[in-house]
């Protein structure tokens, strides 16, 4: 069993930065894959990022290429969202989650999930 609790998250202008945390309970954090999903008003939730289990292997959704950096401290059992450049459009409730077996792009494929936190950015 793992729990995810997040922070971070806010009311930003175009541009700005934010960065999320997700700290996770337990002693096999370093196990997980570890994820980043966002859900926007009547929208379904989004793959935004991962990351493997040893903090090499990175994967990001087309539109936070190069804006958005995913990593991991296995030492803290947390991960971050480190987000530049933000824009309208990533405007959203973003989740952290970890999945217990391989890396994937679908909601489905994650076992845990953090609260959610607001980001909203303003034109």
């Known amino acids: 069993q793992v729990q995810l609790v997040q922070s971070g998250g806010g009311l930003v202008q175009a541009g700005d930065s934010l960065r999320l945390s997700c700290v996770a309970s337990?002693?096999?954090?370093?196990?997980?894959?570890m994820g980043w999903f966002r859900q926007a008003p009547g929208k379904e939730r989004d793959f935004v990022a991962a990351?493997?289990?040893?903090?090499?292997?990175?994967y990001y959704a087309d539109s936070v290429e190069g804006r958005f950096t995913i990593s991991r401290d296995n030492a803290e059992n947390t991960v971050y969202l480190q987000m530049n450049s933000l824009k309208p459009e990533d405007t959203a409730v973003y989740y952290c989650?970890?999945?217990?077996?391989?890396?994937?792009?679908?909601?489905?494929?994650?076992?845990?999930w953090g609260q959610g936190t607001q980001v909203t950015v303003s034109s």
């Open positions: 337990g002693r096999t954090f370093s196990s997980y894959v």
């Open positions: 989650a970890a999945a217990s077996s391989t890396y994937g792009r679908t909601w489905q494929q994650y076992d845990y």
């Open positions: 990351i493997g289990w040893s903090g090499v292997y990175t």
